[in-house]
Every structure is written in C-alpha cells, then in structure tokens.
C-alpha cells in the first residue's frame, strides 16, 4: 500500500476527477511522549521514505530564485516601492556590511574580461576640444 501527502486542494481535485465524493482523509493520531495532540498532524509517524522525500524537497533554493513573476506581478511589485527610500542607518548599514570585501582574483580577471566587451555609451560621439559640446 502506498500512502502519499495530499493538500486538500489536490484531494478536491483527485475526487473531481474520479468522480468521487469529497471527505476527509482521517489520520491515526498518536501522541509523542505523553504530550497532548496540539495540531492535525501531531503524532503523525512518517515513514523513512516519506522523511526523505520531505527533506529533497526543502533543499536548494527556498527564495524563489528561477520563479517567473507575470507581467502584473512585477508591475504591482514596482508600485509598491515607489517613493519609499532607506533611511540613513539602514543606509550605513548596508555600507558597513560590503566594507572590507575583496575580490578573488578570479573574479577580478571575470569583471575585466566583462568589461572589455562592453562599448561606452559615448563612442562614436565627436566633440568639439574646445567647447566640450557635441558635434
């Protein structure tokens, strides 16, 4: 028999689609150490493999690194910065916290390869020397 963890969103699903009717799935709750069941999965014994798909699951990126926000996402995101600004401590803060950081040299000779790629937003522009205006 095989035991899997469903939300009760994924469960309204599953019996929609067998054309099942909707219930509660109900769990043998077993207290730990003589505590009291506080929560409906209190005293739940998981099993190792369980335990271990849990843990593959909570590894690697946990800050929505990689997530594809929608366009109105974004644009809510933007409007709910605009006009705020850090204050001077946080501004300190930030600035005492890069201080004393040094580049590998790696990654200095990755910057300078970088940056000799790039074209200046000014080339091509002629100048007068004497006025400094452009031509």
């Given at each position: 028999?095989?035991y899997?963890s469903?939300?009760?969103?994924?469960?309204?699903?599953?019996?929609?689609?067998f054309?099942?009717?909707?219930?509660?799935?109900?769990?043998?709750?077993?207290?730990?150490?003589?505590?009291?069941?506080?929560?409906?999965?209190?005293?739940?014994?998981?099993?190792?493999?369980?335990?271990?798909?849990?843990?593959?699951?909570?590894?690697?990126?946990?800050?929505?690194?990689?997530?594809?926000?929608?366009?109105?996402?974004?644009?809510?995101?933007?409007?709910?910065r605009?006009?705020?600004?850090?204050?001077?401590?946080?501004?300190?803060?930030?600035?005492?916290?890069?201080?004393?950081?040094?580049?590998?040299e790696?990654?200095?000779?990755?910057i300078?390869?970088?940056?000799?790629?790039?074209?200046?937003?000014?080339?091509g522009?002629?100048?007068?020397k004497?006025?400094?205006?452009?031509?």
């Amino acid at each position: 028999m095989v035991y899997i963890s469903l939300t009760d969103k994924q469960h309204k699903k599953l019996c929609k689609l067998f054309d099942i009717e909707y219930s509660f799935i109900e769990f043998e709750l077993i207290p730990h150490k003589g505590e009291p069941i506080t929560g409906w999965s209190s005293g739940l014994n998981l099993t190792d493999e369980h335990k271990e798909s849990i843990s593959i699951a909570k590894r690697g990126n946990q800050n929505l690194l990689g997530y594809k926000f929608s366009e109105e996402s974004k644009r809510k995101m933007s409007q709910s910065r605009l006009g705020k600004k850090h204050s001077e401590e946080t501004k300190k803060k930030m600035s005492l916290s890069t201080k004393g950081q040094k580049h590998s040299e790696e990654t200095k000779k990755k910057i300078g390869e970088a940056s000799s790629k790039r074209v200046p937003w000014n080339k091509g522009i002629k100048w007068q020397k004497k006025s400094g205006k452009v031509v």
